[in-house]
């Protein structure tokens, strides 16, 4: 089966950039990741998601480079409250085989 | 709209006792997921549907679990007989396309 894995943990303060990188077997070029924030005792909460090489929404942006082995999420400026586990889930086979990532535990800190 | 409603929230039984989990999606979400997550780790998919058809279940341990979805709506999860390992949480959730909106999950502890 692939094997999806991120950093365990990642520290940071408010107010400066966050980036979260998942590396994965080279995906095929329609095979989509999406990226999920998780707090204790909720489950996976949405944040992103593409399959090209640069998504942006109102909360975050999604880099995939040409190689398509790894994925970036970036979160432009964190907020104490951003304090979570983010996961990759990685969509390979079109969809058809979903991996989730090993999770990073970020802390931001005032 | 409601989200993913998800019983019971939390459920502890003795090893080799059964247990089942219950899913009711998001009203129109075609695919539904069943995931297990133990403590400290990323979920893993149990079984996928599509409508009341399996799309995925290749790593659910058929031996003990089993799942169905009746007319394409609600799921339900068993486990018969639990081992101390299944001890995790279990977490639905459903989807229109690819975005997949998440229940609460049910925490189970297997003593």
């Known amino acids: 089966l692939a094997k999806t894995t991120q950093p365990i943990s990642m520290d940071s303060y408010e107010g400066q950039e966050v980036n979260i990188t998942c590396s994965h077997n080279n995906i095929a070029t329609n095979d989509y990741i999406t990226w999920y924030q998780q707090f204790p005792s909720q489950g996976p909460r949405f944040i992103i998601q593409g399959y090209k090489t640069k998504v942006t929404n109102e909360v975050a942006s999604l880099f995939i480079p040409a190689d398509r082995k790894s994925s970036t999420l970036s979160l432009p400026r964190v907020s104490l409250s951003d304090t979570a586990v983010y996961y990759c889930?990685?969509?390979?086979?079109?969809?058809?085989?979903?991996?989730f990532g090993t999770g990073t535990r970020l802390l931001v800190s005032p | 709209e409601a989200g993913v409603a998800q019983s019971p929230r939390y459920k502890i039984i003795e090893k080799r006792q059964s247990v089942a989990f219950w899913c009711n999606p998001i009203s129109g979400h075609a695919t539904l997921y069943w995931y297990q997550q133990i403590l400290g780790q990323g979920p893993k998919l149990l079984i996928q549907?599509?409508?009341?058809?399996?799309?995925?279940d290749s790593q659910l341990p058929k031996d003990r679990f089993s799942a169905e979805r009746l007319k394409g709506v609600d799921s339900t999860l068993k486990i018969q007989p639990a081992k101390l390992e299944d001890s995790a949480v279990y977490l639905c959730?459903?989807?229109?396309?690819?975005?997949?909106?998440f229940g609460p999950g049910t925490r189970l502890t297997v003593t």
């Open positions: 959730a459903s989807s229109l396309s690819n975005e997949q909106y």
């Open positions: 889930l990685v969509g390979f086979e079109g969809f058809q085989k979903l991996v």
């Open positions: 549907f599509q409508n009341n058809g399996v799309v995925d």
